[in-house]
């Protein structure tokens, strides 16, 4: 159970400060282990009670708001691999205060970050269902979307357990939301040799367009930091898009 009081000052946001009933498990195995963990939930907790800080993009027409103590780059430092040929295009990557320390756009495995994600479909869609589709005029808006989303799916869920070692689909929502529009989520875990990653990942499709929040962390902060992550992904806004091709 999860108690929340959200606060406001004036116009500004406050994130929601919020108190779990109970602790995630961890190894706390090393006196530095649980200094990291108790250095986390005081910059969590710091992070909670942050006004918010707007990043918006009006080349790929995205907005979202995320805690003043969060880093955020921007220029496609980061890489999602979708196949052996071809990375996502990772818009901007929010990095939590922990992951400021030693960021490394090259390596999945340090990641405690959020990264955002603008596609085509063409990236991951099938045209020649499309094309019959339109061709019998039998088109269904609504029916077409949850295909794609579940195009969207496959490719991902294919593509992390081919790229992540050690992956476990932990559980698959979809009928989630994202900026207002139908979308699906996933949960999972992977690990790198000692490192074990927590994950969440959620997209939607907007006018043949895939928008992908992905977050990442190691398994002792993930817990810590998702209350926060969640604040982050429920204000992402879809806008106006002069979007690249």
């Known amino acids: 159970m999860i108690f929340v009081l959200s606060l406001t000052n004036g ?3 406050f994130w929601n400060i919020s108190a779990l009933t109970e602790t995630p498990e961890f190894d706390l195995t090393t006196q530095d282990n649980n200094s990291n963990i108790k250095n986390i939930t005081k910059e969590n ?3 909670l009670s942050l006004p918010s800080v707007s990043y918006s993009n009006s080349t790929y027409g995205i907005k979202i708001d995320y805690p003043s103590d969060w880093t955020i780059k921007e220029g496609g430092a980061a890489t999602i691999f979708h196949n052996q040929s071809k990375s996502l295009n990772v818009v901007a990557e929010i990095l939590a205060p922990i992951q400021s320390d030693y960021y490394n756009p090259k390596i999945g495995a340090s990641h405690n970050s959020i990264r955002l994600v603008v596609e085509d ?3 991951f869609g ?3 269902n499309n094309n019959i589709f339109k061709y019998m005029e039998k088109n269904d808006p609504e029916a077409d979307n949850k295909n794609k989303l579940l195009t969207v799916a496959t490719k991902r869920i294919g593509a992390i357990g081919i790229y992540c070692h050690n992956f476990d689909l932990k559980s698959w929502n979809q009928n989630a939301t994202l900026a207002g529009n139908p979308a ?3 949960f999972l875990d992977y690990s790198y040799d000692k490192n074990s990653k927590d994950a969440t ?3 939607t499709i907007k006018d043949d367009k895939i928008y992908i929040i992905e977050f990442v ?3 002792k902060y993930y817990e810590l930091y998702l209350p926060v992550v969640n604040e982050i992904i429920n204000s992402f806004q879809i806008t106006n898009s002069t979007s690249k091709g």
């Open 217 to 219: 962390a190691q398994d």
């Open 121 to 123: 479909y063409d990236t």
């Open 201 to 203: 990942e959620i997209w």
């Open 45 to 47: 907790n710091f992070s």
């Open 11 to 13: 116009e500004n946001k």
């Open 184 to 186: 699906h989520q996933i």
């Open 126 to 128: 099938d045209f020649t």
